[in-house]
Each structure stands twice: as C-alpha cells, then as structure tokens.
C-alpha cells in the first residue's frame, strides 16, 4: 500500500482514469458492433443509421483525445466500406 500522499492521489487518480477508459472502449466495441451487425443482416436502412451514429461518436470520442484522429477515421471508414458493399449487392 502507498504510503506517502503522493503516491495515494495516484492510485486514486488511476482508479478513475481506468474505469473511463473502460466505459468508452466498451461503448467504442458497442457503436462498431450494432454496424456490423446490421451489416451482417443485410438491413441497409438499419446499416446507414447505425453508420451515422458510429461516425458521429468515433469522431467525438477523437476529439475529446480518447480514440486518436486516425484511428477514428480508420474505423470509421472500414464501417463505411462495409456498409457500401451491401448497398451494391
């Protein structure tokens, strides 16, 4: 256990720096997961909708420093990739 204040303000800073980042990634998999699947059901309304919101979220979550700007477009746009192939089918 720490035992200087120091160190105590850092396990609690941990702490809480840790449970945010597991909110935002399981709400990251949730976004590209509900694409996916709608992609996966061949519903290209569904796909669309599901593409705007994941969109939106990625790249608010990339300006707020959490995904960064490459990575949020770069999944952004296998999602967008994967919608479009349905759409030609």
Same mark, same amino acid.
């Given at each position: ?20 980042? $597991? ?50 477009? $770069? ?15």
């Amino acid at each position: 256990m720490a035992n200087h204040k120091s160190a105590e303000k850092r396990i609690r800073q941990t702490l809480k720096r840790t449970q945010r980042n $597991r909110y935002y990634k399981t709400k990251i998999k949730n976004i590209i997961k509900a694409v996916r699947e709608a992609v996966n059901s061949g519903n290209i309304e569904d796909a669309n909708n599901a593409l705007k919101i994941a969109n939106k979220n990625l790249h608010k979550f990339a300006s707020k420093g959490i995904l960064s700007k490459n990575t949020a477009a $770069r999944k952004v746009s296998r999602l967008n990739a994967s919608v479009k192939k349905i759409a030609k089918a």
